[in-house]
């Protein structure tokens, strides 16, 4: 069921919230011991909240825009009084003491939060192979990855376990997974949701989206969780568009951007539907018009070191003293840091030792420095191909959904599965991933919409006409 087919179910009586969480809650536990996208499974308080929206129904109040939709969080999501362990053995034991902005809007709205997905440790890689709590499966092909960091999000839209997850982006974790597994998977542009209550990997770059089975359910479950925070002072004072409402009859006016050089060297099948994503938006009355963003070939790097950098700050405070795991039968303070981070997953030692690297005396102005003028020209770039054009068109991937186990041998590999979308995070541009063909593995490809800061409202439309052409 779509998020509407459920809320008009349980507004015009033919389906009770309880009923529908009853029937999601058993497709999880016949799905999930071979797919694993949930890490916990939130029942009891599920069914509470399904009975609490019936009986607010019953008395004949009126009921949120997502009334008695099942919804999964990613576990990197504060959610008072449950778990919130980033998937990693640092913090096994961690409760949420407060829930978080996103989590505070879905409740309002009448949601019901089921459970806890999957994750690549602490946010940290491309394939949900990192994760203490076990590979992620595709439900596509199950012996492939789902694509990381929020593979648990996407791959429980993808297997019906629910109709909408939360995931968060920091380099295109919401938009590769959801390219992997065949769904839409929507980032805004930085500053149009709150960060408040995520659990940080890269501040400057991290951003909460949206993996959903069609365009109209993402941008529903984008208009709840958007606006500005109080408590999160990157969040940006901008009225929320109603994003439905935006959907235009056709695409007549519409400018598409077709970026320079960006199919080049590209997978073959994957470039012709990309091409052939193009012609379908130019039948429905958009103008393509080639852009140049030369600058956006450096993304990854420039990613790969902010990031690394943030993420070697953010993830000190995880000492053992204020939080993480506390090192028992230490000899000594040294002893004592060497224990205390042990639980850390190699993926995350990895970046904290790049950035740390990059942030020493002797090579922040050579590699941070320089990495964060080089975001700024790339950011410049983008804003003059948008002063041309409203979206952007590009690939979501290189590839689509590889064998799990297949790059372990290959990190570089693994780190150019977000070539095409981290210059979304780096520029802060709003970004959406849509299913568009499949390759002769029958594997889905993702094809990626790019527009500027807080006009979600032209990707959305964008990706919705593509939705309709397939």
């Not at 490809?445 to 919705?464: D, S, T």
């Amino acid at each position: 069921m779509t998020i509407s087919e459920i809320t008009q179910a349980i507004l015009n009586g033919t389906q009770t919230a309880e009923e529908i969480t009853r029937y999601y809650l058993a497709q999880i536990a016949q799905k999930n011991p071979q797919i694993n996208a949930f890490v916990e499974v939130f029942e009891a308080d599920a069914l509470a909240q399904a009975k609490a929206i019936d009986a607010k129904k019953a008395r004949g109040e009126k009921l949120g825009v997502l009334a008695g939709v099942p919804v999964g969080i990613k576990d990197n999501i504060l959610y008072k009084g449950h778990k919130a362990t980033c998937c990693s053995k640092m913090l096994a034991n961690y409760t949420a003491a407060y829930n978080a902005t996103v989590v505070e809007k879905l409740l309002a709205a009448d949601a019901v939060i089921i459970g806890r997905t999957n994750m690549d440790e602490f946010a940290m890689g491309s394939s949900n192979q990192t994760s203490v709590c076990g590979v992620v499966h595709n439900p596509v092909d199950t012996t492939r990855v789902p694509g990381g960091s929020s593979g648990g999000s996407a791959a429980a839209v993808a297997a019906g376990m629910v109709p909408a997850a939360l995931g968060t982006d920091t380099g295109g974790s919401v938009r590769q997974p959801a390219g992997f597994c065949g769904i839409v998977g929507i980032k805004p542009g930085y500053g149009r949701i709150s960060r408040y209550g995520v659990i940080a990997f890269a501040s400057s770059a991290d951003q909460v989206g949206v993996l959903a089975g069609n365009v109209a359910d993402a941008a529903t479950v984008m208009e709840v969780i958007s606006g500005k925070d109080t408590h999160d002072s990157t969040s940006i004072e901008s009225p929320v568009p109603h994003y439905t409402q935006e959907f235009t009859a056709d695409l007549k006016g519409v400018k598409v951007g077709m970026p320079k050089g960006f199919l080049d060297g590209l997978n073959p099948t994957i470039k012709a539907q990309v091409e052939k994503a193009a012609q379908q938006l130019k039948a429905q009355g958009a103008e393509l018009v080639e852009v140049d963003v030369p600058l956006a070939k450096y993304s990854a790097p420039c990613y790969y070191i902010i990031t690394s950098a943030e993420a070697s700050s953010n993830l000190g405070r995880y000492d053992g003293i204020r939080y993480g795991y506390a090192a028992p039968n230490a000899q000594g303070l040294a002893d004592y840091y060497e224990k205390s981070r042990a639980p850390f997953g190699l993926e995350v030692k990895k970046r904290i030792i790049i950035g740390t690297y990059a942030l020493t005396s002797e090579r922040y102005e050579e590699c941070f420095l320089k990495a964060m003028k080089v975001r700024e020209l790339i950011r410049d770039d983008f804003k003059k191909a948008f002063s041309k054009v409203d979206v952007i068109l590009t690939p979501t991937s290189p590839t689509t959904a590889f064998k799990i186990g297949q790059k372990d041998d290959n990190p570089l590999s693994l780190y150019l599965a977000d070539l095409y979308t981290c210059q979304g995070n780096i520029g802060g541009l709003a970004g959406i991933s849509v299913p568009f063909g499949k390759d002769e593995n029958d594997l889905p490809i993702g094809v990626q919409f790019y527009g500027p800061i807080l006009q979600e409202e032209k990707i959305l439309n964008a990706a919705y006409h593509l939705e309709k052409a397939k």
